[in-house]
């Protein structure tokens, strides 16, 4: 890996925040998600897709590194929107596309086209791609059972 100084570590970081916050706030726009939540969905996009990268950075099991993030970006959008009073799938959504596995998937099919060994490599690029997206779809599974299984016990100690 190549090393870099903390200027140019920081400018980095900057930029992936920059890029990420922009992706999720025009993909909130195309779903026409309320203008009073886009600041805070691409705040848990940047966050998910930081803290995947810099996971990336410095792990050596990506499917461990996707769960994580996916299970923040899963967390912080349902804090935000107990906070906001909002469906949770107006922060879940958008903050989980910077973590969607979709060069896995072109990768699949240009090996496909383009391979002539039987696609062995469009195999393997396609459970790599079932796992990412499985990785993130365990941690939106796990985050929501809690979720409903704390309020329903603090729904049930009210009473």
Not at 66 to 76: C, D, E, I, Q, Y
Request: proline share 3%; glycine share 6%.
């Amino acid at each position: 890996k190549i090393l870099f100084n903390q200027e140019e570590l920081f400018l980095m970081i900057l930029v992936h925040a920059i890029r990420s916050y922009c992706a999720v706030i025009a993909f909130c726009i195309i779903l026409c998600v309320p203008k009073k939540y886009l600041n805070l969905s691409g705040i848990v996009g940047a966050v998910g897709w930081l803290l995947y990268k810099w996971m990336t950075d410095h792990s050596f099991n990506e499917m461990l590194d996707m769960f994580l993030a996916a299970l923040v970006v899963s967390v912080m959008s349902h804090i935000f929107a107990r906070w906001k009073k909002a469906p949770v799938t107006l922060f879940l959504i958008p903050g989980l596309l910077p973590l969607v596995p979709g060069i896995g998937m072109y990768r699949m099919v240009y090996c496909f086209l383009l391979e002539d060994n039987g696609g062995s490599m469009a195999s393997y690029y396609f459970v790599y791609t079932l796992q990412m997206a499985g990785m993130i779809a365990i941690a939106i599974f796990i985050t929501d059972t809690f979720f409903k299984a704390f309020f329903r016990l603090k729904n049930a100690a009210a009473k």
